[in-house]
């Protein structure tokens, strides 16, 4: 097993893939603010993080843990985003469904969330860091 190659690490680069295609869906939708007749898209892939992780109601449960230490094979590799085409009409006369409102606050809300899980790996790096160079002292 690689140092670098958990499930927490895989499904922290899943959701940073995931923020980073809303992200890109949010920059389209506001670049297409004026476009008649183009319809917002949205990006969609906390669920299949919440499965890969095991998530349910009940987070609090006791469980009984077979291994220690997380395989490979813990997480799974399709944690991919899924894109969705809102085909709704909005209250525009041109057709165009595209709330810049909505989109400036999810935007907001997808940069707080990505920056957080940058300074969630930054921070593992620099303990890595440490039991690398410092802790033979």
């Known amino acids: 097993m690689q140092i670098n190659d958990t499930k927490n690490d895989r499904v922290i680069q899943a959701a940073l893939q995931g923020l980073t295609a ?23 892939f906390e669920k299949s993080l919440q499965q890969a ?22 997480a799974s590799a399709d944690l991919k985003p899924t894109v969705t085409l809102d085909s709704s009409t909005g209250r525009r006369n041109d057709g165009n469904n595209v709330d810049i409102d909505g989109e400036m606050l ?8 990505f920056n957080s899980l940058i300074q969630v790996m930054n921070s593992k790096m620099q303990i890595l860091r440490y039991a690398i160079n410092d802790g033979k002292r």
């Open 22 to 44: 809303r992200q890109r869906a949010i920059a389209d939708n506001v670049a297409n603010v004026d476009t008649p007749q183009f319809k917002a898209t949205h990006v969609s």
């Open 53 to 74: 992780l095991g998530a349910d109601d009940q987070p609090l449960r006791m469980m009984k843990v077979q291994n220690g230490v997380a395989g490979p094979d813990d």
């Open 106 to 113: 999810e935007l907001s809300d997808t940069n707080i969330r």
